[in-house]
C-alpha cells in the first residue's frame, strides 16, 4: 500500500473520487460539490487556517488502484468542555472494507498530528464549522442525507472502533412531516404569548436582512455564550452569511421572537440543498446555478433542515419555543410547499436541544458518532463529552 500526500491538483482530484468510489452502488448516495471539499483545504478562503493546519492524504493499493483518503486537522479554536490536551482531527475518511489499509489511514494522520504536538484526535469532523461533514453516520442508511451531513458506508463504524476510536459522543438528527400536528400545548402556550402584550413572532423579508442579521447575533450571543464551545458572531458576520443563503433562502421558514421589538429568540431553516445537488455529480457552474433557480422556482425542493435555533437564555422555559414554532406552523403547514423537516444534530451532551426535538413529535432519523482516540490514555484516560449545563 502507498500511503500519498495531496500536494497537486491531480491527487487533490483522486481525493475527491475515492469518496464517490467508496459509495458506488449506494442510491441514497448524494455528491457533495467538488469546490466546498476544495475550499475546505484553500488557505484563501477557509479563515481556519489563522489557527491551524491541514494536510490529506489518499491511499493506493499495490497495482495502482485508490482505496482510501484522510484528512487531518490542527485548530487552536478547537476546543471541548472539560478537554485540557492539545486535540487535533481526521475527517474526510474513506476507506475500503479493509482494517489494515483504514490503519494506514489514521496511522499517517497520527504521526502527522503528532508531530504537531497534539495529544488526541477527534474524528471525522470538519476543518470548520459543526453544521458540516461532522460525525460518522451509523443509523440512518435509509434515507438520503441532507446538505452538509456526512455519508458513508455502515462498515466504516468497525473500522473506526478497529482502530482504537472511542465513541465521544453520539449525535441525533429528528425528523417529522410538516403537516404532522404540532402537540397541543403548542397551540396552547401560543395563545397565551398571543394574549400578552410585547410579545411577537414573525418570519424575516429578504429585503431587510440587515435587521435581521442583528437580531439573529443578538440572539445566538446570548443563549450560547453560556456554552464553553460557544464563540461571539458578530452582525457582519451573520450579514456575510447571510448574503450567501440569500439565492436560496425562503423567508417563511426564517422565525423570530421578539419582546418588546428585542430580539429574544430565533429558529432558522433553509431548503435542503442536496435536493438540488443531487442532479449535479458535484459540479456546480453556472449551467448548475441557473438550473437551481429554476428548480427553486418551480418549488422542486419538498425538504427544510434546520440551520440554528436559540433563545435568550432569561425567556428559557417559558415555552417561547412553542410560541414561536407555533406560529410559523399557522403559516407553513398544509400548503403543499414542503412535506418533511428534518432537524440539525444535537449532541447527547445537549438534552435539552433532544427535548426540544421531542417535544415537537419528530422521531429520530439518524445517529451519527464523533469518536475520540488519545495517543496515550495512561496520561489522559478516556471521558465522554460532558453533559451541558445551563445557568
Known sequence: MQLLPVTNAAIAKDFLKINVLMNAGNPNYIRPLDNEINEVFDKVKNKNFKYGEA????????????IGRIAAF????????????????????DCINDQQAANALFDGAKKWLQEKDMEAMDGPINFGDRDKWWGLMVEGFDRA???????NPPYYEQLFEGYGFKNYYDQYYYAMGVDDPL???FAERHAKFKAKPGYEAKHISI????EYAQDFATVYNAAWAQHGEAKEITKEQVMKLFNKMKPIMDERIIWFAYYKDEPIAMWINIPDLNQYFKHFNGRFGWLEKLRLLWMKRQGECKV??????????KFQAL???SFMIQEGGYLIQHKGWYHTYEMGWAGDWNPKMINIYKSLGAHQSRRMITYRYIFNEQQHPFERHPVMEYK
Open 145 to 151: 442525507p441532507i446538505y452538509g451531513m456526512a455519508y
Open 55 to 66: 494536510a490529506r492524504w489518499i491511499l493506493k493499493d499495490d497495482d495502482g488502484k485508490l
Open 183 to 185: 402537540p397541543p400545548k
Open 304 to 313: 427544510f433542515t434546520g440551520v440554528a435555533f436559540g433563545i435568550v437564555p
Open 74 to 93: 490542527t485548530n487552536s479554536k478547537y476546543i471541548n468542555k472539560g478537554t485540557d490536551f492539545p486535540t487535533g482531527g481526521v475527517g474526510f475518511f
Open 319 to 321: 415555552g417561547i419555543d
Open 207 to 210: 429585503n431587510n436582512l440587515e
